[in-house]
C-alpha cells in the first residue's frame, strides 16, 4: 500500500510513495553496519564538524522545510518556521558538547586503589545501528532530538518515520548526505507499522527508540525486550498546568492558551488538565475561555493563522468522541465544542474548554490531542496535587504559584518526568526530557539522552 502524504488542510493527496520491499529494507541495514563500523572511529572534532554543516544546511531551507512539514501535518507557519530553527540550535549544541558529555570519568584514586587497580575509569562507546520510530506532530524537532546526539556519540542512526510525513522524512536523510556524512549513517526506511517489528529483531539493529503513542509504545517495547535489546520510550501526556492564589493570573491565561494550542494541541508536552484554585478559579475559567475563543481557526499557510487543522481525519474523529462522551455525562462547554464553520474541508476542530469534569468521562484519563482544554476545580494544595498525579501518565507539569513551599511541595510530590513553575513546558537541548508511569522510560536529550545509547565500559588496569 502507498505511503501517501496528504495535505489537512484540503484532504487532498500530495504526494505517494512505494513502501520498501524486503530487499530494500536488508539494503538499508547491511549500509548502516558498514558504516557503523567506520564511522565509529572518527573522532569528535570531525562529527562535530558534519553536524554543524547540516545545521547550516537546514538554517539557509528553514523556509522550504517548514512549508514542507505544515502542507503534510497541519502546524501553523510560523510555528513550523520556530522548530526549524530549534532543531539547528540543538544540532550545533551537541556539536559543541559531545565530546565532554562523554568524556572518561575517572573514581577518586582512593576508590581505584581500595578496588586493587593502578587505574582505573569509565568510557562511553557508541553501541551500533539505531532504530527511531518517530511521530508526525514535530516531525523534525522529534527525530533530530535523537539524530543529533546519537550521531555526535558514534552511532548510526535509521529512521522509520510516521506514514504521514514521509516527505519530511526523506528530507531529513539527504540533509545528512548533503552535509557529507558517510553512507549509510542516517537513513529513512519507508516502511508500514507492520515492518517495525522485522527491524527491530534484526541481529544489526541493537536498540529503539520511539516517541508516539501508548499502544506503539507497548508494541516496540514488547519486541526490544524479547530480543533484549535497549529501548527508549516517550509516549503521551495529560499534563495538568495548577493555577494557585498568588500566581499572576494574566500571565498564567496567557501561557495557558499557548500551552493548549501549541501545534494545534497535537502535543504530548501540551497542557491539557487546567488543576484551578477555587479562589482564582472564576476569574482564570473567565479569562481562558475568552482568549480560547478568540483563537483564529483556518489555513495554516496564513500568517495570521492561530489554529490549523488536525493532522488526520481519524485524529479529529477520536476527538469528536472524547467531547462528546463528556458532554453527554455532564460536562459543560464553555466555548468551541465542534468543527468551525466555513471550513468544509480538511480536519479543523474548535480550540473548546470543558468544565464541569467527572472520573465518570473518558476525557478525565484519556488524553486529548488536539485544542480541547478540561478545567478543575480544587479547594487547595492537597486536592490540587491529587488531581493532577490523577493520571496514568507522567510526562511534565506546569505549575504557577509564587510560594516556595508549594513549589517544593510539587516538586517533591508531582509524578512527572518534569515540573514548569510559572512557564511552559518545553523541550531545551541542555535539560533532560522524558516520563514516568505510561509516558514511557528512558531520557532524550542532555547527557542523559546521549548516554541512553552508549556502551558504559569500566576499564580496569592491575
Known amino acids: 500500500m502507498p505511503i501517501a502524504s496528504v495535505n489537512p488542510a484540503t484532504g487532498e493527496t500530495v504526494q505517494t510513495f512505494e513502501p520498501l520491499d524486503a530487499a530494500g529494507i536488508e539494503r538499508r541495514l547491511a549500509r548502516a553496519e558498514a558504516a557503523f563500523h567506520s564511522y565509529r572511529g572518527t573522532p569528535f572534532a570531525a562529527r562535530a564538524e558534519l553536524m554543524r554543516r547540516a545545521a547550516d544546511l537546514l538554517d539557509r531551507e528553514l523556509e522550504a522545510v517548514a512549508r514542507t512539514m505544515t502542507e503534510e501535518m497541519g502546524k501553523p507557519l510560523a510555528a513550523s518556521r520556530a522548530e526549524v530553527a530549534k532543531c539547528g540550535k540543538a544540532m550545533r549544541w551537541y556539536a559543541d558538547h559531545a565530546e565532554e558529555l562523554l568524556a572518561d570519568e575517572h573514581p577518586a584514586p582512593a576508590d581505584v586503589a581500595d578496588s586493587g587497580a593502578s587505574r582505573a575509569f569509565v568510557r562511553y562507546r557508541p553501541l551500533g545501528p539505531v532504530l527511531a520510530v518517530m511521530p508526525w506532530n514535530f516531525p523534525l524537532w522529534q527525530v533530530l532530538r535523537f539524530a543529533a546526539p546519537a550521531l555526535m556519540a558514534g552511532n548510526v ?107 494545534n494541541g497535537q502535543s504530548c508536552i501540551a497542557a491539557k488538565r487546567f488543576i484551578v484554585h477555587t479562589d482564582v478559579y472564576d476569574r482564570f475559567t473567565a479569562a481562558f475561555t475568552a482568549a480560547m475563543g478568540a483563537l483564529k481557526v483556518g489555513d495554516p499557510m496564513d500568517e495570521s493563522t492561530d489554529v490549523g487543522p488536525l493532522a488526520s481525519r481519524q485524529g479529529r474523529d477520536d476527538l469528536e468522541e472524547l467531547v462528546e462522551d463528556a458532554r453527554v455525562h455532564g460536562a459543560r462547554v464553555e466555548c468551541g465544542g465542534g468543527r468551525p464553520e466555513g471550513w468544509d474541508t480538511g480536519w479543523f476542530y474548535e ?75 518545553a523541550s531545551h537541548p541542555a535539560l533532560p526530557f522524558g516520563g514516568v508511569k505510561r509516558s514511557g522510560f528512558g531520557r532524550e536529550l542532555s547527557g542523559h539522552g546521549i548516554r541512553e545509547f552508549c556502551n558504559i565500559t569500566t576499564v580496569w588496569i592491575g
Not at 556524512?181 to 526506511?189: I, K, N, R, V, Y
Not at 519486541?223 to 503521551?236: Q, S, Y
Not at 479547594?379 to 508549594?406: C, Q
Open 157 to 263: 542512526g535509521l529512521l522509520k518515520h510516521a506514514s504521514n510525513v514521509p516527505r519530511t522524512a526523506l528530507a531529513i536523510e539527504e540533509l545528512f548526505q548533503r552535509a557529507g556524512f558517510p553512507e549509510g549513517c542516517f537513513q529513512t526506511l519507508l516502511i508500514g507499522s507492520g515492518a517495525v517489528e522485522g527491524v527491530i529483531r534484526d541481529r544489526r539493529v541493537v536498540a529503539v527508540t520511539l516517541t508516539g503513542s501508548e499502544p506503539a509504545g507497548r508494541a516496540v517495547a514488547a519486541t526490544a525486550a524479547d530480543e533484549v535489546k535497549k529501548a527508549v520510550l516517550e509516549l503521551g501526556g495529560s499534563d495538568p498546568f495548577v493555577v494557585l492564589p498568588s500566581a499572576d493570573l494574566d500571565a498564567a491565561v496567557r501561557t495557558a492558551v499557548r500551552a493548549r494550542v501549541q501545534n
Open 351 to 425: 480550540p473548546t474548554v470543558l468544565t464541569g469534569i467527572t472520573p465518570a468521562m473518558r476525557i478525565h484519563l484519556e488524553e486529548t490531542f488536539g485544542p480541547v482544554a478540561t478545567v478543575y476545580r480544587v479547594a487547595d494544595l492537597d486536592e490540587a496535587v491529587a488531581v493532577a498525579n490523577d493520571t496514568p501518565f507522567g510526562l511534565s507539569a506546569n505549575v504557577w504559584t509564587t510560594d516556595e513551599a508549594e513549589r517544593e511541595r510539587f516538586v517533591r510530590d508531582i509524578q512527572a518526568g518534569g515540573v514548569f513553575f510559572n512557564g511552559m513546558t
